[in-house]
């Protein structure tokens, strides 16, 4: 007796892989990182200046990031300074908060695309009472 494929109970996706990226990471999240460049300045510039392991000085960051397989998929980094930079299309509350938990310091402020800071407001390391800022700044890029 032949079943249908779609009498079959469906095999649920996988949580996505969250972690802390440390040395030799870098080339995974540059790949990522690379085709979004007019709204990841800030990370690559200070990925390249400073690499990725946070030891508190400036530049450097704590950068979490989801993996689909070995691939970047999303990212926080939450440098010396307090800020939390973002490339989070999705999974961007889960990735502030494990940014904010390893690197051990407050959030100062929220840096990214417009969705991907609302998205990461949501998270609990968030306080709505800490934000100074909010506002909304357009980016422009010019094809060359």
């Given at each position: 007796?032949?079943?249908?494929?779609?009498?079959?109970?469906?095999?649920?996706?996988?949580?996505?892989?969250?972690?802390?990226?440390?040395?030799?990471?870098?080339?995974?999240?540059?790949a990522?990182?690379?085709?979004?460049?007019?709204?990841?300045?800030?990370?690559?510039?200070?990925?390249?200046?400073?690499?990725?392991?946070?030891?508190?000085?400036?530049?450097?960051?704590?950068?979490?990031a989801?993996?689909?397989?070995?691939?970047?998929?999303?990212v926080?980094?939450?440098?010396?300074?307090?800020?939390?930079?973002?490339?989070?299309?999705?999974?961007?509350?889960?990735?502030?908060?494990?940014?904010?938990?390893?690197?051990?310091?407050?959030?100062?402020?929220?840096?990214?695309?417009?969705?991907?800071?609302?998205?990461?407001?949501?998270?609990?390391?968030?306080?709505?009472?800490?934000?100074?800022?909010?506002?909304?700044?357009?980016?422009?890029?010019?094809?060359?």
């Amino acid at each position: 007796m032949r079943t249908d494929p779609r009498d079959r109970p469906s095999t649920p996706m996988p949580p996505p892989h969250h972690r802390i990226l440390g040395p030799g990471d870098e080339p995974a999240l540059e790949a990522f990182l690379r085709p979004r460049l007019a709204s990841s300045m800030f990370l690559l510039s200070n990925l390249r200046a400073a690499g990725i392991v946070d030891r508190g000085r400036p530049y450097e960051g704590t950068y979490a990031a989801a993996f689909d397989g070995t691939a970047v998929t999303a990212v926080a980094a939450h440098y010396w300074n307090g800020m939390v930079v973002l490339q989070a299309p999705d999974q961007t509350a889960a990735l502030t908060g494990l940014a904010a938990r390893a690197a051990g310091r407050a959030i100062a402020g929220l840096l990214g695309p417009a969705a991907h800071v609302e998205a990461a407001r949501q998270a609990p390391a968030i306080s709505p009472a800490a934000v100074q800022l909010d506002e909304t700044e357009s980016l422009y890029r010019l094809e060359l």
